[in-house]
């Protein structure tokens, strides 16, 4: 389990939280992990919840997205690819990118510790939906 090479104590909730973003790859926000949980994992509220990711952002385990202004997203995902998020449904997915030049980054003395590539447009079942419609 990741929570135990980081030190983390491996409280119930902790595990549940992180067994849930491994679980549903579908980036989920503190409410939607919320709802996904609560029924199972008594006590469990979303403070707890906020904060256990805040503790799982801070130790590196997950990605914190803040690809949508109203919500944050959570990833458990951390190898690098890039997110696209769909305007008409919200639904987000990953995308796979390749590595940047690195001999590029290392000619400029930076030390890259993140990345967030955000993309937007619109899935293929909205397209699939308005094609549908318009016939
Ligand atoms: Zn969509
Ligand atoms: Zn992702």
Known sequence: M???????????QRV???EYLIEHRIHPTV?????GLCMNVPPLSKATIYNTLKLFVDKGLIQMLRIDERNVHYDADISEHAHFK??????LFDIP??????????????????CHLYYFGRCGK???LEDHNIK
């Open 97 to 114: 990118i390749k590595h940047f030049n690195v001999e590029i980054v290392n000619s400029m003395k930076l030390l890259i510790t993140g």
């Open 126 to 128: 909205c397209i699939d």
């Open 16 to 18: 549940a939280v992180m």
């Open 31 to 35: 409410e939607q992990i919320f709802n």
């Open 86 to 91: 769909c305007t008409e449904c919200g639904s």
């Open 2 to 12: 990741k929570l135990h090479r980081t030190g983390i104590k491996p409280s119930i």
